[in-house]
């Protein structure tokens, strides 16, 4: 197996770079897909919060058991991605997400809420095989100390997904395919196909490209990524990550539609989750930015135009009428797309003032990823607090507005735990994979505290606290264990 050549040498991996986001939109695409699948299950198999929130279990437990069937591999045999390489690695994760997909027809067929839920976990170890591949290798086309610059650029494209899968799942789950007669669980039948093509279409492509093999060929057994103390803190805080952002993305839309906040529809509500994952595409493609190592003037440039120019986006794609695409209207396409889109004037007036409180963030955050995670986590925590203490339009612009703080969450802490990993980072990137289990597990906890209390506002204390460990880790759990954390001032 060929060696790696300098991964310093950036300028030669951009086209590599730029091939591999085309993944993280997709996965970010599909994802989202779940805070559609929530509402629609509960009512067309009438369940409670917390069996509805069995599909993110059902999705986010085949990151853990893929991840740790990938790292007991690697412990006893050596590192599956050593011997197979990255691209191998991708194309097996691809084909697993197109079965998974392809089993949602007879899913919708059956009526069985017990078989969708198993075609979500074929889908998510695929997923979770895509997760051990990319991440690890995004973090090595280039130098260390710029990894989590890369790695959020590499999610913004990943929220661009998020934020066109509410849009676009929404419309075709809740409109077009009910208005065709594909009533409850049937809706999602033709989606899901859509999905498996295109996934074996990729699979085909990223077959016969090719790729450079960095830090491919040196195979070790042993679990040499558990020796590292800020490798398993930082297991556990992507743990409470990845299961406090989903618990929000889950409860937006049964969360805005009680009349206690703003009593949306389903499908109005599910445009508001695309404003959610919205603010992860802002907030990372600022991270991206901000934790670069671009002048400074040039810098400060881009992270005042990235921003309003992604806020202008959400602004645009949430007012497509998308409605009259499958209607017999007479109007102009671009007529009723311009008037929803001076309708929604007053809505972005009012997540700009976040926008802004980002970009001010960042500045105190210093191009530090410790920093910048600490300081992030502890806004969302505020928010937080503030939507369980309040009610009405602010409780839902604080949920809402989260995205924009948590979206750096996942770059830095992945980026933190590899540092200094060496030979063991797709092994350290496997565990953090299987961290991913907190979607998994603390969604379904949030749907249990809102069924006994008959509160849905006050379950979000379950994010809260994970938030809260994210803070802790950015502050000092990542510089625990080791003689030269890279981050090393954090406050």
């Known amino acids: 197996m060929a060696t790696s050549s300098n991964p310093g040498s950036g300028q030669g991996y951009r086209g590599s770079f730029a091939v591999m986001t085309s993944l993280f939109f997709l996965w970010g695409f599909m994802t989202v897909f779940n805070d559609i699948l929530i509402p629609r299950f509960k009512e067309a198999f009438t369940l409670d919060y917390y069996h509805a929130m069995f599909v993110q279990f059902a999705f986010f437990g085949a990151y853990f058991v893929g991840s740790l069937i990938y790292f007991i591999i690697s412990a006893t045999s050596g590192d599956p991605i050593a011997k197979i390489g990255y691209k191998n690695g991708v194309v097996i994760g691809l084909l697993i997400s197109s079965t998974g997909s392809a089993l949602f027809w007879p899913a919708a067929n059956a009526m069985s809420y017990s078989m969708f839920l198993g075609a979500l976990f074929i889908v998510g170890l695929g997923f979770a095989m895509l997760q051990i591949a990319a991440n690890p290798y995004v973090t090595i086309l280039g130098e260390e100390k710029t990894a989590s610059s890369r790695l959020n650029l590499a999610q913004g494209f990943n929220s661009i997904g998020t934020t066109l899968g509410p849009l676009i799942g929404g419309y075709l789950i809740f409109q077009y395919f009910a208005k065709t007669g594909a009533h409850g669980a049937e809706s999602v039948k ?24 960095v830090g491919e060929g040196h195979i070790e057994g042993g679990a040499g990524a558990l020796k590292h103390p800020h490798v398993v803190l930082g297991v556990l805080a992507i743990f409470m990550y990845v299961g406090g952002e989903v618990c929000v993305g889950s409860a937006i839309i049964n969360f805005l539609g009680q009349k206690s906040v703003a009593g949306l529809n389903a499908d109005d509500a599910s445009k508001y989750v695309a404003i959610y994952w919205g603010g992860l595409m802002i907030g990372r493609f600022m991270g991206a930015v901000e934790l670069s190592e671009i002048r400074a003037a040039r810098k400060q440039l881009l992270l005042v135009v990235i921003p309003l120019l992604a806020w202008l986006l959400l602004w645009v794609a949430k007012s497509a009428p998308l409605a009259a695409l499958h209607s017999d209207t007479t109007e102009s396409v671009m007529k009723l797309w311009q008037d929803g889109f001076m309708a929604n004037w007053s809505v972005f007036k009012t997540y700009l003032p976040f926008v802004v409180l980002c970009w001010l963030l960042f500045q105190f955050g210093q191009g530090k990823a410790g920093r910048t995670l600490l300081i992030f986590s502890l806004t969302v925590c505020t928010l937080l607090i503030t939507a369980i203490l309040v009610g009405g339009p602010m409780a839902m612009w604080c949920i809402v507005a989260i995205g924009l703080f948590t979206s750096i969450g996942w770059s830095n802490t992945f980026a933190l735990a590899l540092e200094g990993t060496d030979i063991f980072k797709s092994q350290v990137s496997s565990l953090l994979v299987m961290a991913i289990l907190g979607g998994a597990v603390l969604p379904p906890l949030q749907g249990k505290i809102a069924d006994v209390t008959h509160n849905l506002q006050f379950s979000f204390i379950v994010p809260l606290i994970a938030y809260a460990y994210v803070a802790f880790y950015g502050a000092v759990g990542h510089r625990i264990g080791r003689k030269h954390p890279a981050d090393q001032s954090v406050i």
């Open 190 to 213: 033709v989606p899901y196909m859509a999905f498996c093509v295109i996934f074996l279409v990729l699979a085909v492509v990223f077959f016969f490209i090719k790729l450079p093999h």
